[in-house]
């Protein structure tokens, strides 16, 4: 992992919202034509994407909201394919 990668300042592309769904208690990310459901910890992180903060900013809040450690590399990798996917901007 590279300094770039931590620097980057990622957000939700803007054909893509995410939506908590109260009946079934799951969060979702709609998109054109798709919905994914997402579980908990890459809906936390896709939460924190809103073109504010640096990943390595992501990194922090995740780790103290779930009181963990090194998670940097998981963020990382699940932000490069969500990137890919279309899901997020950087």
Not at 26 to 47: C, F, Q, T
Not at 60 to 82: G, R
């Amino acid at each position: 992992m590279d300094e770039s990668e931590l620097t980057a300042v990622p957000k939700l592309a803007t054909k893509a919202m995410l939506r908590h769904d109260s009946v079934r208690d799951v969060e979702l990310l709609l998109l054109p034509e798709r919905v994914v459901l997402l579980n908990k910890s890459g809906a936390a992180i896709l939460r924190l994407c809103d073109g504010s903060r640096t990943v390595r900013e992501v990194v922090a809040q995740l780790e103290h909201d779930f009181e963990a450690t090194d998670l940097a590399s998981d963020v990382v990798t699940f932000l490069k394919d969500a990137r890919g996917r279309g899901w997020v901007v950087t």
